[in-house]
Nanobody
Framework: QVQFVESGGGLVQPGGSLRLSCVAS????????MGWYRQAPGKQRERVAS???????NYADSVKGRFTIAKDNAKKTVYLQMNSLKPEDTAVYYC????????WGQGTQVTVSS
């Protein structure tokens, strides 16, 4: 069974930055695409960014130019660097495969507020 453990969230002012981390269990991390997703209150979960096994990245239009996804295969960790944060980025952030599996971690709360 796959497990994802997200961390790095918190409260930040608009314009600030956060770096999220997600450690994944399992032996296939280096050969699968990974993604970051988020779910804001009252909204459906949405994909924020994804990265292929070869390192190609893709971003939702709402975060393009502000967020950067990266992965470290040796550490089985995927990162999300978030800069120029906006109040509308407030959500619980999750990582998973891309496309996602049915296994979701607890997520990490990101709150952007002054």
């Amino acid at each position: 069974q796959v497990q994802f453990v997200e961390s790095g969230g918190g409260l930040v002012q608009p314009g600030g930055s956060l770096r999220l981390s997600c450690v994944a269990s399992g032996s296939i991390f280096s050969i699968v695409a990974m993604g970051w997703y988020r779910q804001a209150p009252g909204k459906q979960r949405e994909r924020v960014a994804s990265i292929t096994s070869g390192g190609s990245t893709n971003y939702a239009d709402s975060v393009k130019g502000r967020f950067t996804i990266a992965k470290d295969n040796a550490k089985k960790t995927v990162y999300l660097q978030m800069n120029s944060l906006k109040p509308e980025d407030t959500a619980v952030y999750y990582c998973n495969f891309f496309p996602p599996s049915n296994y979701w971690g607890q997520g990490t709360q990101v709150t952007v507020s002054s």
